[in-house]
């Protein structure tokens, strides 16, 4: 669409003017040139409004000669679907942070008059440099001149590629679109450092980037936790946080982002802290723009499960970091000797150097997140092959940070500022009793491990300490507990953490067709498929002869695999978690066992030990892929781990029609059949039998469901934690604004 791209053409020179003038003012103060920026932003903002709206229309209509449309929609999506795939794509989320971007712009400008020109020069920089993406990257390019091969010129599609069916969810309405409000207000950081570096009023930026600092933490942690919610309920594979590199490029910029809050209240009242916080602040958007370079350049495509593939922006997004990261730490380098704070020497037990020690371990897991994340680019440069950090190292490392942060958390508040004063601790000495008696009962009820342990303690004195003081506030009707409050939010997510962790137990069982299986104390019935008008089909459930649930678990053209979507079902105490695994037919004597197998997991069968180690896949026989040949390798342990023989059962798949490939297990006797297998979970479904009964199985009697049920005790905890921790980010920001010092 030629208008579409005009705009966006437009919005780019509209945008350098206003920069121009900005700065111009900046160095003349001509009321003239404040007028033409200020104009010129607003033009520029609504030229952005309007381009939303066409590409909005473009979607609810189905301009399917659109690349954007084309690619991310579809007919049969329902009308909030369609809406969500605005920013489904590269190209509808850069669009998303100039709406963002814009409305910022705006109410700095009618906010902030003494801070305008020089800030609004940094922030129209950077929607600038967006919109040039977008010019070359257009949402509005036909489909015939992004792909001649694949389409006629002016022959419109009759339907798009439709939404990813891991996109198809309530979640991805809201979630998208308040992470990249963080994303994008961290601009806001930038431009106010920005801006003190280059008038040298080292004090006066934080009055002012206060607020928007508790956004940015409110805002990025609020889209992280509805992330880590949307993982738990929907994905299937029982947790809600992996150290995915996706989810640390949001992590990463989130806790600098409460290291410079926390940085900014000890320059508020003790005058410290100065150079750090213009970096920290410069920091965050430069993380922000790091992560999405690694998860929108195709760096990543081997090692996460949510950046986009290979892209031709690579060049376009490594020049937009570069140039950020430039002007932004040579800038700090050459302006920074001119700043002058405060030592933090008014004694050990003071808030502020407890508040300072809180900073150092947050940054400390931010740069080893930072690290880890950045680790198969690391990697590849220094070794002969890209590799990823192993999970449980963040684990490992992020325990004992935990360990300190949250006794500084519970401690901070116990201290006065500026006086340096043990004998305060004596007024919490009753709840250091009560949480050490809470420790020893985590440890009589199960846990072992010195860090949960610990971890544990540490929350429980995070909850007594501050609830107490939220309590006493609320009490003399002062309400200004909003950081004291998120910190009760992190003690019960803490809480919430250690305990689905630590007493989370998981067993993979078939549940046979219409009988009750018991499990972990419930009674589970597998009632059958329901297939569904939208291809999204069911597996029906039971609960304890009372409860009627459901999973999803259906076939996906769009990724050419299962996908699943688990059933959760919430009591006080803890949540059962089933995620189907597999569909197993056979027949109603079934004279064969089933063996569940996980790629690397050693199982015992009998006497004899199995470790499935990956499947061979391809298309054989013709050009149109109808004849499909599938072959799994499984090794043949003795009992000491030790590799006896590796066996190859598969089948092959010739049109509808399936053959079974047997293989002898070594010493038994028997023959080994795949019953089922689902490559996304990198599960295996096998049956171990006389070769003559397994081959024969009649494959539409006596169903039976493999699946992977779970307990996750306390869980809600950790969700009631993530509300407490956002209502005290609100209450925190509703009380400044209430004081007028927005």
Same mark, same amino acid.
């Not at 007594?464 to 998120?486: C, D, H, P, S, W």
């Not at 197993?584 to 199995?610: A, F, P």
């Not at 169903?703 to 005290?728: F, H, Y």
């Given at each position: ?53 066409? &590409? ?221 916080? &213009? ?181 429980? &004195? ?279 010092? &927005?």
């Amino acid at each position: 669409m030629i208008f579409g791209i005009t705009l966006t053409a437009l919005t780019f020179t509209i945008l350098i003017l206003s920069i121009v003038s900005y700065y111009l003012y900046h160095l003349r103060k001509e009321e003239l040139m404040l007028k033409i920026a200020r104009n010129g932003f607003y033009t520029a903002s609504g030229l952005i409004v309007v381009q939303a709206a066409i &590409l909005m229309y473009g979607i609810l209509n189905h301009y399917f000669e659109w690349i954007y449309v084309f690619s991310y929609s579809s007919r049969d999506l329902s009308t909030y679907y369609l809406v969500s795939t605005f920013w489904a794509g590269q190209e509808g989320t850069f669009l998303l942070w100039l709406l963002f971007g814009s409305a910022y712009g705006i109410f700095i400008i009618h906010s902030r008059k003494d801070d305008e020109p020089l800030v609004m020069s940094f922030m129209s920089l950077v929607q600038a440099f967006i919109v040039l993406i977008l010019v070359k990257k257009s949402p509005f390019a036909y489909v015939w001149d992004v792909n001649p091969v694949g389409f006629q010129a002016g022959v419109v599609p009759v339907d798009g590629n439709g939404l990813n069916p891991l996109l198809q969810d309530p979640w991805m309405v809201i979630h998208p679109p308040i992470l990249f409000s963080g994303y994008s207000s961290t601009m806001i950081l930038f431009s106010f450092a920005m801006a003190a570096l280059v008038r040298k009023q080292h004090d006066e930026w934080i009055k002012s980037v206060y607020p928007f600092t508790l956004f940015v933490a409110m805002a990025l942690g609020t889209g992280i936790i509805l992330g880590g919610y949307w993982a738990y309920t929907t994905l299937g594979w029982g947790g809600y946080w992996g150290w995915d590199p996706v989810e640390n490029s949001s992590f990463v910029p989130w806790l600098v982002s409460l290291a410079l809050f926390h940085g900014i209240l000890i320059q508020r009242r003790q005058g410290g802290m100065k150079r750090m916080n &213009l970096f920290l602040a410069i920091a965050a958007f430069v993380l922000v723009l790091y992560g999405s370079f690694l998860t929108r350049s195709g760096v990543l495509t081997d090692f996460s499960v949510h950046s986009f593939g290979e892209s031709e922006l690579s060049v376009y997004l490594v020049a937009f970091l570069f140039l950020f990261t430039g002007i932004g730490f040579i800038t700090y380098a050459f302006r920074v000797q001119g700043v002058k704070g405060n030592n933090l020497n008014t004694g050990f037990f003071t808030r502020e150097l407890f508040i300072a020690f809180g900073m150092m371990f947050i940054l400390l897991l931010a740069v080893f997140t930072f690290i880890g994340t950045s680790w198969p680019l690391i990697s590849g440069l220094l070794l002969d092959k890209a590799n990823a950090i192993d999970v449980n190292a963040y684990n490992t490392i992020g325990g004992p940070i935990a360990i300190f942060l949250g006794l500084l958390i519970a401690l901070a508040p116990v201290f006065s500022w500026k006086r340096d004063n043990f004998e305060k601790i004596k007024s919490v000495s009753i709840h250091f009793v009560i949480s050490i008696f809470a420790t020893g009962l985590m440890f009589w009820g199960g846990i072992r491990d010195l860090i949960p342990l610990l971890i544990s303690g540490a929350a429980v &004195l995070i909850l007594l300490v501050n609830g107490e003081i939220v309590y006493r506030m609320i009490r003399q009707k002062t309400y200004a507990f909003g950081g004291y409050l998120a910190h009760v939010g992190i003690g019960l997510m803490l809480i919430g953490i250690i305990t689905s962790s630590v007493y989370d137990v998981s067993n993979k069982i078939t549940l046979p067709l219409h009988q009750d299986t018991s499990i972990m104390g419930y009674n589970i019935r597998y009632n059958g498929k329901q297939n569904s008008p939208d291809g999204k089909d069911r597996v029906l459930l039971t609960i304890n002869q009372s409860r009627e649930t459901y999973a999803k678990f259906y076939w996906s053209e769009y990724n050419r695999s299962y996908m699943v979507a688990p059933s959760v079902v919430n009591t006080f105490l803890e949540d059962l978690y089933i995620s189907p695994i597999q569909i197993i037919e056979g027949n109603d004597e079934r004279m064969s066992d089933v063996v569940n197998l996980k790629k690397k997991e050693i199982v015992q069968y009998g006497n004899t030990k199995l470790r499935f180690v990956d499947y061979d896949m391809g298309n054989h026989g013709n050009n149109m892929g109808t004849e499909m040949k599938i072959v799994a390798n499984i090794e043949v342990l003795d009992s000491y781990d030790n590799v006896v023989s590796v066996i190859h059962p598969g089948l092959k798949m010739v049109g509808q029609n399936r053959e079974d490939i047997l293989a002898e297990l070594p010493g038994t006797g028997q023959s080994v059949k795949i019953d089922g297998l689902s490559v996304e979970d990198q599960m295996i479904v096998i049956s171990v039998g006389n070769a003559t009964e397994i081959k024969n199985v009649s494959q539409k009697s006596n169903e039976m469901l493999a699946v992977e049920v779970s307990r996750k005790p306390l869980i809600n905890v950790l969700w009631m934690g993530t509300i407490v921790l956002v209502m005290g980010f609100v209450t925190t920001i509703y009380n400044r604004t209430k004081r007028q010092k &927005l």
